[in-house]
């Protein structure tokens, strides 16, 4: 079941990294890279062009970022899986390329026979994190009164509750918009929707409802 090669586009817009991970991958019998591309908008062109079983993408890409190109990548064939191999080690990011439908994520600083690994992983299907993004993913996972509680603003659409988590941990919209993979204007919109619906005039109170309604992390006391 293991394919003779995997084929595999590297985006990353310093060209001495590009070079260093090509040798290292051709080094490997099993590992073919096939193209290079060093912008997000490259990196969909060529993944729509060359088909690789697999992309290693950079997040900080000039143009269209590396989340943006991966959700792309992933929309127009969700069988070519992307690994991000990147120096952001923060949730945002992690989160927003795990929804953009990256299947691993690893730091510029793993070893080598690591990002080998992590490449086979990905290219057979398994979902592949270093262990620095594991732990992240892990606490993420075992955060309490995450959304907060159930029944609390049953006005609110799914969407809507899940940008007011968001805001009540302190995230600005072009944050969220980032976490959340949509456009600032969307975000807006739900923001102002949110606000009529919890009767709020400012973020400060919406803030302050949500987290007593166990949003952000936080429940507190008191009515």
Same mark, same amino acid.
């Given at each position: 079941?293991?394919?003779?090669?995997?084929?595999?586009?590297?985006?990353?817009? *310093?060209?001495?990294?590009?070079?260093?991970?090509?040798?290292?991958?051709?080094?490997?019998?099993?590992?073919?890279?096939?193209?290079?591309?060093?912008?997000?908008?490259?990196?969909?062109?060529?993944?729509?062009?060359? +088909?690789?079983?697999?992309?290693?993408?950079?997040?900080?890409?000039?143009?269209?970022?590396?989340?943006?190109?991966?959700?792309?990548?992933?929309?127009?064939?969700?069988?070519?899986?992307?690994?991000?191999?990147?120096?952001?080690?923060?949730?945002?990011?992690?989160?927003?390329?795990?929804?953009?439908?990256? +299947?691993?994520?690893?730091?510029?600083?793993?070893?080598?026979?690591?990002?080998?690994?992590?490449?086979?992983?990905?290219?057979?299907?398994?979902?592949?994190?270093?262990?620095?993004?594991?732990?992240?993913?892990?606490?993420?996972?075992?955060?309490? *009164?995450?959304?907060?509680?159930?029944?609390?603003?049953?006005?609110?659409?799914?969407?809507?509750?899940?940008?007011?988590?968001?805001?009540? +941990?302190?995230?600005?919209?072009?944050?969220?918009?980032?976490?959340?993979?949509?456009?600032?204007?969307?975000?807006?919109?739900?923001?102002?929707?949110?606000?009529?619906?919890? *009767?709020?005039?400012? +973020?400060?109170?919406?803030?302050?409802?949500?987290?007593?309604?166990?949003?952000?992390?936080?429940?507190?006391?008191?009515?």
């Amino acid at each position: 079941m293991t394919p003779d090669k995997f084929t595999i586009l590297i985006v990353d817009d *310093h060209p001495l990294f590009r070079f260093g991970l090509r040798t290292m991958l051709e080094s490997q019998p099993d590992m073919q890279p096939i193209g290079e591309a060093s912008t997000g908008y490259e990196a969909v062109t060529q993944a729509v062009s060359l +088909r690789p079983s697999i992309v290693v993408m950079d997040l900080n890409l000039p143009g269209l970022n590396g989340i943006e190109a991966t959700r792309r990548i992933a929309q127009i064939d969700p069988t070519i899986a992307v690994l991000v191999l990147t120096m952001f080690q923060d949730d945002e990011s992690i989160f927003a390329a795990m929804r953009a439908g990256a +299947r691993g994520y690893l730091l510029k600083g793993a070893a080598q026979d690591d990002i080998i690994r992590a490449i086979r992983g990905v290219g057979l299907g398994e979902a592949i994190f270093g262990p620095s993004i594991a732990q992240r993913v892990m606490q993420f996972l075992g955060q309490p *009164h995450h959304g907060g509680k159930p029944d609390a603003f049953p006005e609110l659409t799914a969407r809507e509750r899940e940008i007011l988590e968001l805001i009540a +941990r302190g995230q600005t919209n072009p944050g969220i918009a980032r976490a959340l993979v949509i456009s600032p204007k969307t975000v807006r919109n739900h923001v102002s929707n949110i606000f009529a619906k919890l *009767h709020v005039a400012d +973020r400060a109170q919406a803030i302050m409802r949500a987290q007593q309604a166990g949003f952000g992390g936080t429940t507190r006391s008191g009515d």
